[in-house]
């Protein structure tokens, strides 16, 4: 087997008394796209922010690339950020910042790249994911939702990484938008050959996406397969996040 | 961690454990502020500066303060005139009533008058900004694309609040010298060429200087304080309005604290 672009081994994390993360084992191999289930408040968010290192396991180890990186600060914490992208749940866009100045961040910033040129990156890549040159100099404020994640994608992929993070790319999405936008992420992610985790609790995005997909329920990864497997997961908690029920052995979080 | 102490003495709070907790929590967040300040001023006394973002929160926390700033000025100045004069009548010595205001603004009210409100209107809105850049996840945001939030957010509202509040504080000064000016002349008959003589002889540089350095450190304890609170805000509207609300309390008593830390200060070095 090829060594994976990422892998999560034994990562616990607790919040006082909450224990989020309870021994997650995970990996991705360069190229492959992996989709995490789980339900609502299950930690799906806080995996991937310990993956990326805004938040330090209080047990396990993170390797990117081979290398442990779960205590990594300053210029390694760089060198690893500088390959990874990241959606996140809420978009994140600066308000401040205009959409090409937000697709451009990293240029501008850790790049020093001249304001000219990142802005004609920056209008290439939102023409990537479908948006015009006229909303380049828009606010985030001033575009709809379904933009908005069009721009947090263009933002990620800018710099081509070799891994990207995506937090519920479609929730808050009409249908047809999330298929969209679905849509996008498999064509762009292919384009750059890049290695994907993807979490969602939307089923259609997760069988559109997933090379792989895998489950995290009461903070352990509990079962994992290729996406074909999902409908014979042959689990019971998969089975249940599948068919959206209510009743089964995973109880809402009301 | 709070229900422990309450489930043992049987659903009834412990005072003495509420103290030591309270004691704890205090010295524990002090700590954590210094620590937070060292990165703070840290990232803001080494290079690169980021010269684009200095400047627009130079007028943010600068400009848009003159009118908030000239009109607590001109009212402190005034009061205070006022009641040197009904003071120092008692005594007889109502004529030095242009210099104890020029003396009192320049060394003790200018500044303050400046850090308090602008504890208010700057620091509450440091706080709320950061913290909505904190709960819609724009911070690790920053973080994500190597942008370290202490360089990028933190240094330049930092330095900006040290080099503008002097500039707010010297207008402040002027206008509070002018408030016990308009009073004196208009309210209290006073001659105005003597008393704008009076103020201008008694006036000494050590005077000003004493405010300014004062107004340096409001400045400090104000961009901090918001950012600080800010930066821990906890999620929804309601957290980022507590770390508004906490944030301005917290800086408007660094503001009366350090002053007097900083008059006893200068008073004993001779300034
Ligand atoms: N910074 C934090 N401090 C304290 N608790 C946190 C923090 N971040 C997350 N949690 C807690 O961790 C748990 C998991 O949160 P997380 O955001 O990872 O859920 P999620 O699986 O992403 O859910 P959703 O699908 O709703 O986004 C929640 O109980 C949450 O309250
Ligand atoms: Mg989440």
Sequence with gaps: MTQP??????????????????????DVAPGHSLVILGGSGSGKSVMLKNALGLMTPDSGKILFDGDDVTYDQGKEREAMRARIGM????????????????????????????????????????KKVRLGASVADLYPAEISGG????????????TKPDLIFFDEPTTGLDPITADAINDLIIEQVKALGAASISITHDMAS??????????????????????????HSGNDHVDQFVHGRADGPIQPSI | MSDASTSKS??????LGWIGRAAIGLFAEIGRLIIYSGKVIGSALSPPWNLTQIWKQMIAIGFYSLPVVGLSAVFIGAALALN???????????????????????????ATITGLMLAGRVTAGIAAEIGAMKVTEQIDALKTLSANPFRYLYAPRFLAACLTLPLLVLVADIIGVMGGWLVSVYGLDFDSTTY?????????????????????????VIAIMGCYQGSLSKA???????????????AAVLVLATNYIMSTLFVNIGL
């Design chain 1, 147 to 158: 933009m908005q994640k069009r721009v947090a994608l263009a933002r990620a992929i800018i």
């Design chain 1, 5 to 26: 672009i990422l892998e999560l081994i034994d990562v616990e994390k607790s919040f006082g008394s909450n224990h989020v993360l309870r021994g997650v084992n995970i």
């Design chain 2, 10 to 15: 049987g659903g009834f709070p412990n005072p």
């Design chain 2, 84 to 110: 040197i004069y009904t003071g120092g009548n008692r005594f007889g010595a109502e004529q030095f009533v242009p210099n104890i205001v020029v003396l009192g603004i320049t060394r003790e009210l200018g």
């Design chain 2, 236 to 250: 929804g509207a309601t957290g980022v309005g507590r770390a508004a609300t906490l944030s301005m309390v917290g």
């Design chain 1, 206 to 231: 997760a069988r559109k996406i997933a090379d792989e997909i895998a489950m995290l329920f009461e903070g352990k990864i509990i079962w994992r397969g290729p996406a074909s497997d999902i409908d």
């Design chain 1, 87 to 126: 959606l996140f749940q809420s978009g994140a866009l600066f308000d401040s910042l205009t959409v090409w100045e937000n697709v451009a961040f990293r240029l501008l910033n850790a790049e020093k790249m001249k304001r000219s040129e990142a802005k004609e990156r920056a209008i290439e890549t939102l």
């Design chain 2, 196 to 220: 704008l003589r009076n103020t201008i002889d008694f006036m000494t540089t050590e005077d000003v200087m004493v405010g300014l350095i004062k107004a340096v450190v409001f400045g400090a």
